[in-house]
């Protein structure tokens, strides 16, 4: 079975200011990887994903997120933050060839002017 | 296609009333899910079909949670009776061919209070 953890429930950080919201996953097989973005009174959006090849990927609003398999890590990362990007932000994990998506309990990003 | 279509978008209920929440998919999608958002547990997976059968519904709470899928365009998720516990925002989502770590694609929710 697959688990996803994001240990910050809640990250408050100033515009423009970096910002790393952190993921660890388990799974005794080979998985795919994603963040999910969720805007106030909506449903989830896919942001980003890692199925194969290299380990980092983009969005295209800035952020980005680094596969790291030895420390079971997909840690998201946006080195300015606008206002707009208050949301809730959600990991979630695939195994190869199964059909679940399993989410982690989110990380509330909260921007402030 | 407009996306996935969830409705109603707010239920206000009482108590022991039966809630029925539904959902459209993507058209072409053979997946669908069907999630409940909680603050205490966060985004949790009840039911999920596969080709309208039932995969694994490992995830529904008890017995008072039901799921069908009659068709490929349509999915219900039925409460009876309803619990104020059961109080939450339900998430309807679909994809295509999952195991190859395709994206799902979210509805906009149904927000259930039981009073």
């Known amino acids: 079975a697959q688990s996803v953890t994001q240990l910050d429930s809640q990250v408050p950080v100033f515009e423009e200011a970096p910002v790393e919201l952190r993921c660890n996953y388990s799974s005794s097989v080979s998985v795919y990887l994603f963040w999910y973005v969720q805007y106030p009174n909506q449903g989830l959006q896919l942001l980003l994903k890692y199925l194969s090849g290299s380990t980092l990927v983009e969005s295209i609003n800035g952020f980005e997120a680094e596969f790291n398999k030895s420390q079971t890590s997909f840690h998201l990362r946006k080195p300015s933050v606008h206002i707009s990007d208050t949301a809730e932000y959600f990991c979630?994990?695939?195994?190869?060839?199964?059909?679940?998506?399993?989410f982690g309990t989110g990380t509330r990003l909260q921007v402030f002017p | 296609d407009a996306g996935v279509i969830q409705s109603p978008r707010h239920e206000v209920t009482e108590m022991g009333q039966e809630v029925t929440l539904r959902c459209k998919p993507i058209?072409?999608?053979?997946?669908l899910f069907w999630y409940r958002q909680t603050m205490m547990r966060g985004l949790e997976l009840l039911i999920y079909f596969n080709n309208n059968v039932p995969i694994d519904d490992s995830g529904m709470p008890e017995d008072r949670f039901s799921a069908k899928m009659p068709n490929a365009s349509f999915s219900t998720l039925k409460i009876q009776p309803s619990e104020p516990r059961d109080s939450a925002v339900y998430f309807c989502?679909?994809?295509?061919?999952?195991?190859?770590?395709?994206?799902?694609?979210f509805g906009q929710g149904t927000r259930l209070t039981v009073v």
């Open positions: 058209s072409g999608h053979d997946y």
């Open positions: 979630a994990v695939s195994a190869y060839n199964t059909d679940k998506l399993i």
């Open positions: 989502a679909s994809s295509f061919n999952v195991g190859v770590g395709t994206e799902a694609f």
